[in-house]
Every structure is written in structure tokens, then in C-alpha cells.
């Protein structure tokens, strides 16, 4: 090693830690020329582990502090992030208060982002001869074929040297080793079986009749045949779902059919709208109202950065959408969709990709070598539109030129936990700047926020008030639940007005969505002689009821438990179950409705996203009649079939203490009636709610959105809460509750002697304990033109940092959130 005095050039590293500052090593003489500024450097941080670091900047200074280290090696010869990145990066670290390295965490795809604790497994899908790989890799590569998996450090044992970045880089770039990884479903192409006549069966002339005299005894194999000559008109090969929907047949007569070898079966890979569909769209004619609505975004685009497009459901904002982004791949631009939910993809990739051609989707369910490989083409410029998730805001654009936020309304557009917690419109709009290209923000309930900043100008602002095609809105039904429990005229939630309506839709063979906020199979269990209820060990929640694993499971934290029989306060075995869960009402619905397919949408069937795609595709094609689910059944989707929308319980939506739970509450009844009458049929939504006189009813029966928004700024500006104000939240965590309630006081303290009137609290949460942390908030509230921001949040970094002087609170943690809401 070089002696400290020797080194000519220092670098400033962003490490994936949640580090205050940027670190700094030293580079050793052979390997000065090879740095490069968001290229990623091999070093060692602690006394033992190792990390891929990302160079920030390169100085001819030594850190005066401490003594710094060499870098081990330099793994890339070019960057792999940008310096806008980077400059994304803090601007993200500094809004919203938090790190460089959280940044990088949440950026970064998990294979650019090596240290000691990661694992590799070998490529199983890959048959390779290993004997003329580099002796590095082969080491590596032989390992692996004796072990299952092997650690980073495992790996520095078997090379006997600490330089082990540039093999491993390798055999991940030739998908000869993977990054150990919670396995994810990868994006796959829909597959269809498709019923097809066998090779000795002829339909045509004399043998027809031999055929048909092989079924004549069975009815149901009769019919199946009967539908298939009708649907091929010829030997062509048919979907088995719409062969046996047009037959009224099971599997079980087509399996006989296939037994005789009249039908063989196979699967197809198909695209996830029809023919018709696709060329209806490759030929797509906008509408006069959206012609105007186009006009209008562009004469705003030449003014303005970000425009609003405020258009009912079913107006056809995608379609402007279309005409925009082939506006800018003429023009050699790259263009970024951003959705708020994985679901969404699953209808509209197929659809945009007959039009535009390729698309690449981006998102958490992808797997590392996936992520990688869609970050690479987009830094090539080879990719020009990315379809995506928030995440997606983060890949290294060269050259972007329209960002389109759809449902720019959405609460999933912010990112919560872990930290960076950001919100994905407003960093969107930052990114776009950053390449002087235009945002198109859309949404049939914009945020209030939003609509404030359109209506002062701030924004452009378009309406496109008419559904594409005329189709009528939806007729909207508020039945009483107080009434209706009156007469006991409700079982297992559903009122006999909506269960009436639910079944007169099935008559009509149309479709029925079910909207119920609550997944599991019951809220919660009590004791039905002492009201005693089971509560999470970790939290200050009780335990929710899941019937399909029969335990009792906590959403705060995960712990699990047995289903409890025996009240452990009375000892009564008088356990009853209380409310009603997702899972709990698709059970009931298979009693109510016994001849009705039903199908469920929440979180516990959706885990991966081929879980999105298979309920998706299975509820477009008539498998399921009846699909009950939770706000993920809200979101954008577009079913041709359905006709009727029930929402189970409204007050659980408004009746939460959050100054938005009103602007929600709104937002998902209108985006819910939305899923009704999409196409060539007037729809019904009938929602269920305690107090049909309350004001919510009104407004959305009989006013407008411009008047919505107007009672609610009336009611913001009162509090002085956003759009009139900014808001910070601290959450300070302990497993001590004296100790929490002690260093929240200090801070709202420090805080208050320098920004009187802009703290709240601190106050005890909702829930007060999670994961074993008990809780205190603080809000602060800042003026909207307040113009010392940054002050502000320099206190309160101050603020928390002075706690850590003191040995009761080093514990402490305390969780920043900027715009909190």
C-alpha cells in the first residue's frame, strides 16, 4: 500500500448505507486512470465488509478527519449512472431528508449493489463448460457446482484475494451466477390452450357423420363438438374458455372428447386483446372532445412544463396519451408512463406495445438480472418508452422527453417505507426538468393539490368531460345500511336490494364488481361473553382472522398465531368472529349465488404479479361472474362485461381521522363507479352507506368536481393544511414508552422555541405500538410561501441529532417524512 502522503486523487463514494455524508478513499497510483464519476469502485467499509461503492466525485484533497482507505478495485469502465442521476439523487436526499445511500438502496438494481452479506446461486436454466471461463470465474463456477449458494466472503476465500468485483461482474453479465434473491414472477406472455382437431379427425364429407356417432349418446360432448364447428368455421383451432362458454360444458366432456382423439389440446402464446381490439385501436379516431382536449395540451406545452388533464372515467385519456408519445418517438425521445399499480400493466402493455411498438415494463416484481437488463437498454437509448411503476423514475434516461402520470391522484405514488420516502409525481416533475421535457399529469379525481396549482396557473389545465363513444355514466345508488339492518334485510354484508341487483346482472350474463376495503377473513375474533380480543404481541392491533391458513395473522408486522377457541380472560369458547373480510365475503357469495363463479383481488392473492395477470385475464374472459376485492379493483382497470359495482361499506372509507380521508374517500368512489358500463352499455354502481343524507352522498350525486374542490379548500384553508401549508411528520421509535415520549418532547421543544404555531404534538397515533416501537408523531406545519424551508429542516436535523449526545437516546429513531400525506 501506498503511504498516505503518495496518493494524488480521492474519492467521495456514495456507499449503500444510510450514511450522513459521502465517504472517502483513496486511489492507489494504477489505478487513477481508470476512475470514472458514477462508475461503481469495490472497497472495504468497516473492518471486514466489503461494498460496491458509487463514485460522486473525484478531488486532489485528503479528508482531514481520518485516514482513508484504498479503494480494492474499479469495476466499471464507464458509468452506470448518469450525472443527472446524481443530481436527481440529491435532490431527492435533500427534499425529502434523508441519505445518499437510501437513495442509491432504492435506485439501484440489487445486482450493482454487492456487499458482504450477498449470495450467489448458479443459473440452473444454463448448460455451459466451465473449463474455458478465466481461472477466476472457473474457481468461482466450480464452487458453485459443489455448493448451493456462496457469500461474497465465501467468494474472497475461494480467490484468496479481495479484488473479487470484476469475475463476479462477469459471470452475472453472462448469466452464468445470479444474485440469491425472494423469487419473483418474471413478465411471461399470456398463454392460452387452444382446442384443435386431431390429425385423424376429419369434419368433412362422410366422415362427419362417423364423428358425430361417437358423441350421440352424450349429450354434453355433443354440444362441445357442435360449438367448436360453429366457432373454427373450418379446422381452426379455438380458445378451450370460449368453447366451452358457447358449449355450457365443463373440462370433464372435453377431456372425453380429447380421450377419443377427435380433439387434441395446446398452449398457445396470445396477446391479451382480441384481434378486433387491436386493430380498433391501430385505427383509433379521436373524438371532437378529444381533439380539442389534444390541441389545448399542446398550446399548454408551449408555455408550460406540466399540464393537467382532468378527464371523466371512460373519456379515453390513454388514447391522448398514444397520440403524445408517438409525437415524441418521432422525435427520438424517450418517453416515461408512470402507473401506480403493477395491475395496470397487465392490461395496457399489450395494447400501447400494437401501436408503438416495443415497451419495456419496469418494476419491483421483476427479478435483479431483469431490472438490470431493462436499466442497461434504457441507458443505451435503446428503449424508448418505459412503462412503470414509481420505482421506474429512477432508471438512467439519455434522453427524455414526455413524462405521463396517470391516476396522478393515487396514494401508491408514494413511497412510505423504507426511506427514501418520496413522492413519485413531484420527483417526476423534478426529473423532467432536469431534461427540459413536459409532464402530463391525469387523473378523473385530481389530488387537491394539484388542481390548486392548474386553477392558479401554476399548471395548464385541460378537461375532457365526455366518456369516448357517448357511453352514459353510470346510474348511481346509495342504499341504507342503518335501514336496511332495521328490517334485517342484510346477510353477510350485502343488503337484499344490492344481492337483487347482483342477481338480475348474472341473468343478463353481464359481470359484478365487489369493493370491500378489508382483506382477511374477518377484522377480528372477541369473546362473545367478556368482549375479549386476541391483539398482536408486537403491535397495538388486533389480530386479523385469515379462514384459507385458519390463524389469526397482524398487517402491521407479520406476526402469526393459531386460531384462538378458548377466551384466555373468561375461558368461555364462545369466540365469534366480527366484521367482515374480503375472504369472508367470497366465501358467503358462493352460498348466496351457488351457480355464480367468483373470484377474489386483494393482497393475499396477488403476491406476485403473475398473480395480477392470472385474476385479470381470468375475470376478461368470463371465468369468474362475481369479482369481490379491495382498492386494487379501483384502479384503471377496464372490464368490457361488467355492468354493476357494488362498494360494500362507505364509511369505512370516510370516517378516518386524516385531514385527506374526505379527498379519498371521493377519489375511490368515483374511480370505482368508474369500472361500470365501460363500453356499449350504461352501468350501475350502488354503494352501500350508514347515512344516506351525509354530504359525501350529495356531492357526488348532484356536484361537480369544481365544487368538491371547493368545499374542500374552504375546509384546508380553515386548518391551514395543503394546499395552504407544507407538511413534515416526525415519528419518533423506542421500545421504551417513556423513553419515546420523553425524546418527542425534546424535539417538539427545540422546535416550537424557534417555529411557534408551526408544531403539532407530539401526539400519540392511531396505533401506538409496532413491531415492539412504541410511537409518538410530530407535524409540522410550514406556510406554503414560507420561504426559509430549508432552514426549517436543518433545525430538525439538529433537533434529532442533539438527542444522540445522550446515552437514554441512542436508541431512538426517528422517521422523517416530507409531505407527509
Not at 64 to 69: A, L, N, S, T
Not at 134 to 143: F, G, N, R, V
Not at 306 to 332: M, N, R
Request: one cysteine or more.
Amino acid at each position: 500500500m501506498e503511504t498516505f502522503h503518495t496518493y494524488k486523487k480521492f474519492i467521495h463514494v456514495v456507499l449503500p448505507l444510510a450514511l450522513p455524508k459521502l465517504y472517502t478513499y483513496a486511489v492507489p497510483k494504477h489505478l487513477e486512470n481508470n476512475i470514472v464519476v458514477g462508475g461503481r469502485v469495490e472497497v472495504q467499509f468497516g473492518k471486514q465488509k466489503l461494498y460496491t461503492a458509487l463514485v460522486h466525485s473525484v478531488s486532489s484533497i485528503p479528508p482531514v478527519d481520518y485516514i482513508p482507505k484504498e479503494i480494492l478495485s474499479v469495476i466499471d469502465e464507464k458509468p452506470i449512472v448518469t450525472e443527472i442521476q446524481l443530481q436527481f439523487w440529491e435532490w431527492i436526499a435533500s427534499y425529502y431528508m434523508c441519505t445518499l445511500g437510501d437513495v442509491m438502496q432504492a435506485a439501484l438494481p440489487a445486482s450493482f449493489k454487492l456487499d458482504s452479506e450477498t449470495y450467489f446461486v448458479k443459473n440452473p436454466l444454463l448448460e455451459i463448460d466451465i473449463v474455458g471461463l478465466p481461472d477466476d470465474e472457473y474457481m468461482i463456477s466450480e464452487a458453485l457446482n459443489h455448493q448451493e449458494e456462496i457469500s461474497l466472503n465465501d467468494v474472497v476465500q475461494i480467490l484468496q484475494k479481495k479484488t473479487i468485483a470484476k469475475p463476479l461482474k462477469s459471470l452475472l453479465e453472462k448469466k452464468i451466477i445470479y444474485i440469491k434473491e425472494t423469487l419473483h414472477e418474471k413478465y411471461t406472455p399470456k398463454m392460452e390452450t387452444f382446442v384443435v382437431l386431431s390429425p385423424q379427425t376429419t369434419v368433412h364429407g362422410p366422415q362427419l357423420k362417423n364423428v358425430f356417432d361417437m358423441v350421440s349418446k352424450y349429450p354434453k360432448q355433443e354440444a362441445v363438438l357442435l360449438a367448436f364447428l360453429e366457432l373454427s368455421k373450418g379446422d381452426k383451432s379455438v380458445k378451450r374458455s370460449e368453447l366451452l362458454k358457447r358449449a355450457n360444458a365443463n373440462t370433464s366432456s372435453l377431456e372425453s372428447l380429447v380421450k377419443k382423439e377427435i380433439f387434441i389440446t395446446e398452449e398457445k402464446k396470445v396477446d391479451r386483446i382480441s384481434i378486433n381490439e387491436i386493430e380498433e385501436l391501430k385505427d383509433f379516431i379521436l373524438s371532437v372532445d378529444q381533439k380539442t382536449s389534444l390541441l389545448e395540451i399542446k398550446d399548454h406545452f408551449k408555455e408550460k412544463d406540466v399540464v393537467l388533464l382532468h378527464g371523466i372515467t371512460s373519456s379515453g385519456k390513454t388514447l391522448l396519451y398514444i397520440d403524445l408519445i408517438g409525437e415524441q418517438l418521432a422525435q427520438g425521445k424517450q418517453v416515461l408512463y408512470l402507473l401506480p399499480e403493477i395491475a395496470l400493466t397487465t392490461q395496457l402493455i399489450q395494447r400501447m406495445e400494437k401501436i408503438l411498438g416495443n415497451i419495456a415494463v419496469y418494476h419491483s416484481k421483476f427479478n435483479n438480472a431483469e431490472r438490470v437488463e431493462i436499466w442497461n437498454k434504457v441507458s443505451s437509448n435503446e428503449t424508448k418508452i418505459i412503462l412503470g411503476a414509481r420505482s421506474s423514475v429512477f432508471l438512467p434516461f439519455q434522453d427524455l422527453g414526455l413524462i405521463i402520470v396517470d391516476e396522478e391522484h393515487d396514494s401508491s405514488y408514494k413511497q412510505y417505507d423504507p426511506s427514501p420516502r418520496y413522492q413519485c409525481r413531484d420527483a417526476a416533475i423534478y426529473l423532467a426538468k432536469q431534461f427540459d421535457a413536459k409532464v402530463l399529469l391525469g387523473s378523473a379525481t385530481p389530488s387537491v393539490e394539484s388542481y390548486s396549482n392548474a386553477r392558479s396557473g401554476k399548471y395548464g389545465l385541460v378537461k375532457l368531460n365526455n366518456r369516448y363513444g357517448d357511453i352514459q355514466l353510470p346510474e348511481m345508488e346509495f342504499v341504507s345500511l342503518t335501514d336496511a339492518n332495521k328490517k334485517k334485510e342484510v346477510v353477510s354484508g350485502i343488503t337484499y336490494l344490492l344481492r337483487d341487483e347482483i342477481q338480475s346482472t348474472l341473468d343478463k350474463k353481464q359481470q359484478v364488481i365487489l369493493f370491500q376495503n378489508r382483506r382477511g377473513y374477518a377484522p377480528y375474533i372477541a369473546c362473545g361473553n367478556c368482549n375479549w380480543i386476541p391483539m398482536c404481541k408486537n403491535c397495538d392491533v388486533s389480530l386479523t382472522y385469515h379462514k384459507f391458513t385458519n390463524d389469526l395473522r397482524c398487517h402491521y408486522c407479520g406476526y402469526t398465531q393459531s386460531l384462538v377457541s378458548t377466551c384466555k380472560a373468561c375461558g368461555s369458547h364462545e369466540m365469534q368472529q366480527k366484521g367482515l373480510g374480503t375472504e369472508r365475503i367470497e366465501e358467503d357469495l358462493k352460498i348466496i349465488f351457488p351457480s355464480a363463479k367468483i373470484g377474489r383481488m386483494d393482497y393475499d392473492t396477488v403476491r406476485t404479479k403473475k398473480g395480477h395477470e392470472k385474476i385479470i385475464e381470468a375475470f376478461e374472459e368470463g371465468e369468474f361472474d362475481i369479482l369481490v376485492g379491495t382498492q386494487m379493483v379501483t384502479k384503471g382497470l377496464d372490464f368490457g362485461n361488467v355492468s354493476l359495482v357494488g362498494v360494500l361499506n362507505a364509511d369505512a372509507l370516510m370516517f378516518y381521522p386524516d385531514f385527506r380521508a374526505f379527498e379519498r374517500a371521493y377519489q375511490l368512489l368515483v374511480q370505482v363507479s368508474g369500472r361500470a358500463g365501460r363500453r356499449n352499455k350504461r352501468g350501475k354502481v350502488m354503494i352501500q352507506i350508514g347515512n344516506v343524507h351525509h354530504v359525501m352522498v350529495d356531492i357526488i350525486l348532484n356536484k361537480t368536481y369544481d365544487e368538491f374542490y371547493q368545499l374542500q379548500l374552504q375546509e384546508r384553508k380553515q386548518f391551514n393544511y395543503p394546499p395552504f401549508s407544507r407538511l413534515i411528520q416526525l415519528t419518533v421509535k423506542h421500545k421504551d414508552i417513556k423513553t419515546t415520549i420523553e425524546a418527542a418532547n425534546r424535539i417538539a421543544e427545540y422546535l416550537n422555541t424557534r417555529y411557534e404555531g408551526f408544531v403539532i404534538g407530539p401526539n400519540a397515533p392511531i396505533i401506538q405500538k409496532i413491531n415492539n416501537y412504541y410511537l409518538r408523531d410530530i407535524l409540522v406545519k410550514i406556510p406554503k410561501n414560507y420561504r426559509e424551508l430549508q432552514k426549517i429542516k436543518n433545525d430538525i436535523r439538529e433537533a434529532i441529532n442533539g438527542l444522540y449526545q445522550f446515552q437514554s437516546f441512542k436508541q431512538i429513531k426517528v422517521v422523517i417524512d416530507v409531505d407527509c400525506y
